[in-house]
């Protein structure tokens, strides 16, 4: 069972035009209204997401075999550059390498970008407009359950040739559930493929358990 407990945070209260608090997460009981795709009313909703990665970092420096590497530079571990200006990065790579390393990347949005392994992003949130009634409270379950997940051995990814272009998959495994998903990735550069793929060759399906930190046990 992990250690890592999610901080204190003080999270500002919004409100409508009314004067009434928007209770993120719960406004449509039906189809969301069509005036509220692609408007973003509140994004900085979402600015706890940066003092739960902070923690999360904190954590895996203090837990586990690790070295942490901060810089705007360690972004460039996305697939994809960042939608928003990146405002910091840390890239936590454990010093065993059958191990997937976890890059989290902070944005002026506010959000978060993970990288994990050797070819998969994923973002916190994915869409903050009005429509989809995301929280920030949502976001961070599912950063630290993906992150936690890196961590205990429980993420598997894998390289499927379908056609012309390459499936990049992936797959989390909880204490109460699972989840996994994919695309079709046109854009990744050839060599970041072959590299990706003889990485995994050679690792455990899932990736490796992160060995402890020899202070921390």
Known sequence: MSSYVRPSIDAPTFRDADGQVIDYGNRWDASP???????????ERFAPLHTVADALIAHLRDTYDVEVEEGVEAAE??????????VRAARIRPKDPTCASVTLVFTAYPGIYMHAGALNDFHYPVCGCDACDSNWQAEADNLERHVLAVVTGHYHETIERRDLDPWVGYAFTYPDGANSGGSREQDIAPERLKAAEAILRNVSRPW???PSNASSS
């Open 33 to 43: 209204p069509e005036d509220t795709y692609s408007v973003d009313t509140h994004p």
């Open 77 to 86: 571990d996305l697939l994809h550059a960042s939608y928003h200006e990146v």
């Open 208 to 210: 490796a358990e992160w």
